[in-house]
């Protein structure tokens, strides 16, 4: 698993795809940290945190999008999956590579963070925390489902428009819910939303119902991928 990551990693870094998802992530963070916390003086990144829900819907499709389908497109895909290591190995590494990606573009909160502890004496810390918290989930979620929509085509930018169609569908089916009056399907609804949970996070609420759920969708995800690598491979 850990020569699939680096390979990727590497291969992130030698194309523009993480500079341009970086230098977005950064610039669209900056703005909000600028707007919310400098300009109306509060130690509060509640703002900032639910914002970037839209970065990462938008922006990681960019991330996932070549993982397999690049793969597929050059035809090493085959000398991938009888490779000498384990199909859950692969998926892993690639999956891995892109969260790395992710957390490093988080690192842009840290300098924010030490900037507001100078300016206001103290942060909120618990709230902080359940912020990163969800959107550490968050992304992980998002870039799993990209994963997965990865490998089922040849072609990036068909993966990259339909992971995020899939990613938009899950941030709008919360607001869809509310304006159903059947009940199952209004529950039903609710539960698969992702907005609504992630706002939890940012409002400092550490529901293990929530983590236990990004959880869920992160490791179905991967699973699915697996199990169509492993349809693949002895096909």
Request: with cysteine; proline share 3%.
């Amino acid at each position: 698993m850990s020569a699939i990551f680096k390979r990727e990693l590497r291969s992130f870094f030698s194309s523009p795809i993480a500079y341009i998802y970086l230098t977005v992530f950064y610039l669209i963070s900056g703005v909000y940290f600028v707007m919310t916390n400098l300009g109306l003086k509060t130690s509060n990144m509640t703002y900032v945190f639910s914002g970037v829900f839209t970065i990462v819907m938008l922006m990681l499709p960019l991330l996932t999008m070549r993982l397999f389908a690049d793969e597929k497109k050059q035809k090493t895909d085959q000398g991938l999956l009888t490779a000498p290591v384990s199909l859950w190995g692969i998926v892993f590494g690639k999956f891995l590579s892109a969260f790395c990606v992710f957390l490093i573009g988080m690192i842009v909160y840290v300098p924010y963070i030490l900037t507001l502890k100078k300016l206001a004496g103290s942060i909120p810390t618990a709230l902080m925390l359940c912020n990163f918290t969800g959107l550490i989930l968050l992304g992980a979620a998002f870039i799993s489902i990209g994963v997965f929509v990865s490998s089922l085509t040849e072609f990036q930018i068909v993966a990259a428009i339909l992971s995020f169609l899939i990613n938009l569908f899950l941030y709008m089916i919360d607001m869809f819910a509310a304006s159903v009056s059947f009940e199952p399907l209004k529950k039903v609804m609710t539960a698969i939303g992702f907005y609504n949970r992630y706002t939890e996070f940012t409002q400092g609420i550490l529901d293990v119902t929530n983590v236990v759920f990004f959880l869920s969708v992160i490791f179905v995800f991967n699973f699915l991928t697996v199990r169509l690598l492993e349809r693949r491979r002895w096909s």
